[in-house]
């Protein structure tokens, strides 16, 4: 920590606020800023929306007391200066380093994070449970749901709003609004809070609620004061009709300047003492005081690395990205096929499908953060004729469970899953690993599950998308393939059908997506220590390709299956099941993939180690394998079967 930091370095929790007068705490924010900015640069990280938010930090733990006082940040990218003012100040250098704190809230890292986030939407939910928690225990503590005007607009949020009235709990909104969500924030709750901010500024309470305080009989009960407030604060905004959240029951304070401290101190301050729900409206700057953010927010929002002098952010080296190459294929196959649409969920960046809209703008949709709803949208477009893609990170397509099963799948419909960052992802953690998707998608009727071996794969599994009758998903990791990408013409897979790539007498490692190189490279060090190791890409875990995978059981070869999903309910339990149904002893079988248990954050490369899923470890294990099961042992259990 910079010794120059002269407040910062002073603050061991938020009780170290309280004594700060107005100069130190203007100063405080400039240190959190730079603090931000030479770390992020460092470790990557979260960078526009934490810039955004310093001093809306800053002022609610001055005017509140964390931890007795419950702050819950919606999807937590937005928490660093949070950590800084809560204890995590020494360790803030080891932001999402393997071992180091997350990038998130996380419940184990912090009494001051009471809940962990990495999905949208979230906390208003989750405050209006600790609230009615507290009110059913007979707290007195506040309890805050932090919340920018993108995950707002997401479905989860509006139904913790729609049921805010009905409990009838103390809960305070703080709506940070910096008009964007990654990309341009978009819909109707966008419109209505652009026309929101259009009012004049809310300034400070003592001056603009004056007069109405000073109407109020003496007397009245604070309460009864900050009712005054609230009273004077709407008027500022010429009447409570139209404003959506007045509608839904919340009392409403704003707009408010986000980054004048004082002001936003004196209004929670006066929050404190109102009554039933109430939505503070924070209009606030993405990126703000780093000039290079600033104006390029969009591409500042989640970062790796980047040089503070000149703003310019290192990008992954390396081969061409599965992302890049989806985005390519798929406006290349739309320009053949005009029923081709694409949706996606507030991420037309990271699933690449920014391209697609920049190609067929009339043909693409991004439909806010409503992951169910872009789901059964897709549905509605592919029983209108149309051939939707819905593009998703595979963490972010679990909410959309229902949909998929009950609005495409059980409709038989048409629907293209191209479900991004599968598997491990690395430095955002368990809230972003994909490691659920086979799991939950694997057993639903009529949905054909794949998963490439590399990017050329990916164009192959695309167009036989495309062109099955019914719906599909495609996985696949983030980051580069193992081969590279050269565009010659897609062609269409047999579906059910993997390939063997390696022949071998002792063992075989049946593979899936990511996994099949290092499998393949693991077969190679075997080969070089005497042992022959059969290779397989399964390519499709529904269905099977049986016939396949059944002649291995067949030799009675011991079998390893690796698979970048948790091994619960994932492919290699789909190989354990066709195994057992067909009479094959499941002691030849062992599974790699992720543990039944959340995978921490860390650079992938370590986590594909620490998981065994690198090629030294899959040779690591097979060799394991084939000692505990020599030769005799097998054909003992072979004759058995
Ligand atoms: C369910 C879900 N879908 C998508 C995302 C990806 N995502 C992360 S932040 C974000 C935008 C959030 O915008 P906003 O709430 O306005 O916060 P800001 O970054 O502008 O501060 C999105 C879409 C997510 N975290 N969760």
């Not at 733990?61 to 007795?68: E, G, K, L, Q, V």
């Not at 004061?225 to 007045?246: D, I, M, Y």
């Not at 009339?362 to 029983?383: K, Q, Y």
């Not at 490439?452 to 983030?478: C, I, N, Q, S, W």
Request: contains cysteine.
């Amino acid at each position: 920590m910079d010794k120059h930091y002269s407040v910062l370095n002073k603050i061991d929790s938020p009780a170290d606020l309280k004594p700060l007068n107005e100069v130190a705490r203007k100063q405080l924010a400039d240190e959190i800023r730079a603090t931000i900015i030479d770390t992020v640069s460092k470790t990557g990280g979260h960078l526009a929306s934490n810039l955004g938010a310093v001093e809306l930090t800053v002022a609610l733990h001055t005017a509140f007391d964390s931890p007795s006082d419950k702050m819950i940040w919606d999807v937590s990218h937005q928490c660093y200066a949070h950590k800084l003012l809560t204890g995590r100040r020494k360790s803030f250098p080891t932001l999402r380093q393997g071992g180091g704190i997350s990038g998130f809230t996380k419940r184990d890292e912090s009494e001051h994070d009471p809940m962990g986030a990495g999905h949208a939407s979230t906390s208003i939910s989750a405050a209006l449970g600790l609230a009615k928690a507290r009110d059913l225990r007979g707290g007195k503590e506040h309890v805050i749901a932090i919340i920018g005007d993108g995950a707002i607009t997401g479905g989860l949020a509006l139904e913790g709003m729609n049921n805010a009235e009905q409990l009838k709990t103390n809960v305070i909104v703080v709506l940070n609004d910096n008009k964007m969500s990654i990309a341009e924030n978009v819909g109707a709750m966008a419109l209505h809070l652009s026309k929101l901010r259009m009012a004049d500024l809310y300034q400070r309470v003592e001056t603009r609620a004056k007069e109405t305080l000073g109407r109020m009989p003496a007397g009245k009960t604070l309460a009864r004061t900050a009712e005054g407030l609230s009273h004077g604060v709407t008027r500022l905004l010429g009447s409570k009709t139209g404003v959506v959240f007045e509608e839904l029951g919340f009392t409403y304070l704003g707009p408010i300047d986000g980054h004048n401290i004082e002001l936003m101190i004196d209004v929670f301050e006066n929050a404190k003492r109102m009554k039933g729900p109430l939505l503070v409206h924070v209009v606030t700057q993405k990126g703000k005081g780093y000039e290079f953010a600033e104006n390029n927010a969009r591409g500042f929002h989640g970062i790796s690395g980047f040089d503070v002098a000149d703003g310019h952010i290192e990008r992954a080296t390396g081969n061409t990205s599965y992302t890049k190459v989806f985005s390519e294929t798929l406006v290349e196959l739309a320009a053949q096929d005009d029923r081709i649409v694409a949706i996606t969920a507030a991420m037309p960046d990271g699933t690449g499908l920014a391209k697609f809209a920049e190609a067929y703008p009339g043909r693409f949709f991004d439909v806010g953060i409503a992951e169910e709803h872009a789901v059964t949208f897709a549905a509605g477009l592919a029983a209108g004729g149309l051939r939707p893609v819905v593009a998703f990170y595979s963490t972010f397509l679990q909410r959309a469970y229902d949909q998929i099963i009950h609005d495409v799948c059980l409709q038989n419909l048409p629907v293209t899953f191209a479900i991004d960052r599968a598997g491990i992802v690395g430095e955002d953690g368990p809230t972003h690993h994909g490691v659920f998707d086979l799991s939950y998608l694997r057993h639903i009727p009529t949905l054909v599950v794949a998963a490439p071996k590399d990017t050329m794969e990916l164009r192959d599994l695309l167009v036989t998308a495309l062109t099955h009758d019914g719906p599909m998903a495609v996985r696949y990791p983030r980051g580069g393939g193992p081969c590279v990408y050269q565009s010659s013409e897609p062609q269409i897979l047999a579906i059910g059908k993997g390939e063997r790539l390696v022949e071998g007498d002792d063992l075989a490692i049946i593979a899936l997506g990511s996994t099949v190189y290092p499998s393949v490279a693991a077969a190679e060090m075997l080969s070089e220590q005497g042992s022959s190791v059969e290779v397989i890409n399964a390519r499709f875990v529904k269905p099977l390709d049986e016939q396949l995978i059944l002649s291995v059981f067949e030799r009675g070869l011991p079998v390893l299956v690796v698979e970048d999903n948790t091994i619960v309910g994932g492919f290699g339990s789909a190989v354990l099941e066709l195994a057992s149904s067909n009479g094959y002893p499941v002691n030849l079988i062992r599974r790699l993939g992720a543990p039944d248990a959340f995978v921490d954050h860390d650079v992938p490369e370590a986590l594909y180690e620490t998981l065994g899923l690198s090629a030294e470890k899959i040779a690591k294990s097979a060799k394991s394998l084939m000692s505990t099961l020599p030769g005799k042992m097998r054909n003992v259990l072979h004759s058995l079967s």
